[in-house]
Every structure is written in C-alpha cells, then in structure tokens.
C-alpha cells in the first residue's frame, strides 16, 4: 500500500526542539519531493518547507528560516522536519505531503499528520 | 506570504452543485496555472482533488471540476453526495520567495 507514515504525537516544552519523520511506504522516496504543511487549533494549513529527496536540496518558508530543518535519510525511506525554538504558536497537526514532480507544486500523497503540542 | 481567500462555508442539497472560490493576486493564482484543491476529512489524510487548475487524478470523480479566471479560481462539485462533506483548501505556487501558500477552507455541508 502507498502511503507516508509518520511519526507519532509529541508533547515538548517552549524553547525546546522537535524532530518528525515521514517514511515512505510502497514507493522510492527519491523519486518525489516532500513538502511539511501544518495546521494550528483552528487555522489555515500553512506551508513550512520542501526538500527534493534525490538531490537533498531544500527550500523554507520565510516565516520558518533559521529554526526549520528538512532532510532525508534515502536509505531510510524517511523524511525529517527539525523545528527548533518552539512556542505556543507552534501547536499544530504536522503533514508530509508528496510532490509528484518538484515543479508543478501539488501533493499528490499525505501523512495523516503528527500533532505536536508546546505546553510548559 | 498573503493567504488565498476562499468563503467560509458553502451547501447544497444532495444532487445539486456547490462552487467553491479561491482568490488570490497576480503572484499567486494568476501568475501560475499550479491551483490546487484538497478535500480534508477531520483526522484523516488530506486528499488531492483537483491539480495543475483542473486536472483531476485518477480515482477522483469526475462530479470534481476546477477552473481559474485572472486571480481567482474555482472547484465546482457537482451531484453533490453526502460524503462530499468535508473542508476544501485551495493551494497556489506563489513564486520563488512566497513558493506556495494555502486558502483559509471551505467547509462544505450536504443539506
């Protein structure tokens, strides 16, 4: 079956760090871009950042730069999103999302998402 | 990064059409023809609809229809059945610095 598994719900602390992964289930991950999409309590879904998995090559969302880190473990299969200096404002449910081509800037697979909540 | 503008809710009888708008600028949705819609169940997967402003994957009814007129775009769901009930997010490629940005959804009911 084809699908993007991710990891499971993380509870941190303000300042801390969090690391999610996203493994590839039924299909070569080095074929695809990955994007990270999340969603907070009531928001829109919010684009974070992308990472060509064949390449390693990645690009972030302003809002994110200098705390976001995206990379890939190919032999793994799996996709990482590093979110470090958390806050209250990143409580959210966080999606991997498959880009079929890189360039044409659509999702054609999703996790089921892995909620992360920052609370002291 | 400005956000897509998409109403906040939408409904229709079983068998009737509801069509969805998504509104952007030049940058964004007007500049590009990479629109795209996701169907979203709460706790569950979102789901491509509809890509590239109106093709549709395999698998995905052809009642789902998307089109694009200047900045703003729209996802047409025809036949409307009860398991067309859920939120509808409309993306858009926004350049090299934004890259994509989302709407705010669309929940739609089946009355």
């Known amino acids: 079956q084809v699908q993007s598994v991710q990891s499971g719900a993380e509870v941190k602390k303000p300042g801390a760090s969090v690391k999610l992964s996203c493994k590839a289930s039924?299909?070569?991950?080095?074929?695809?871009?990955m994007h990270w999409v999340r969603q907070a309590p009531g928001q829109r879904l919010e684009w974070m950042g992308w990472?060509?998995?064949?390449?390693?090559?990645?690009r972030y969302s302003q809002k994110f730069q200098g705390r976001l880190t995206i990379t890939r473990d190919t032999s793994a299969s799996t996709v990482y999103m590093e979110l470090s200096s958390l806050s209250s404002e990143d409580t959210a449910v966080y999606y991997c999302?498959?880009?079929?081509?890189?360039?044409?800037?659509?999702?054609?697979?999703w996790g089921r998402g892995t909620p992360v909540t920052v609370s002291s | 990064q400005s956000a897509l503008t998409q109403p906040p809710s939408a409904s229709g009888s079983p068998g009737q059409s509801v069509t969805i708008s998504c509104t952007g600028t030049s940058s964004d949705v007007g500049g590009y023809n990479y629109v795209s819609w996701y169907q979203h169940h709460p706790g569950k997967a979102p789901k491509l609809m509809i890509y590239e402003v109106s093709q549709r994957p395999s698998g995905v009814p052809d009642r789902f229809s998307g089109s694009k007129s200047g900045n703003t775009a729209s996802l047409t769901v025809s036949g409307l059945q009860a398991e067309d009930e859920a939120d509808y997010y409309c993306?858009?490629?926004?350049?090299?610095?934004?890259?994509?940005?989302f709407g705010g959804g669309t929940k739609v009911t089946v009355l």
């Open positions: 990472i060509n998995a064949n390449s390693g090559n990645t």
């Open positions: 039924g299909y070569t991950l080095s074929g695809y871009a």
């Open positions: 993306t858009s490629y926004a350049g090299s610095n934004n890259v994509v940005v």
């Open positions: 999302a498959r880009d079929p081509y890189g360039y044409k800037w659509y999702f054609d697979l």
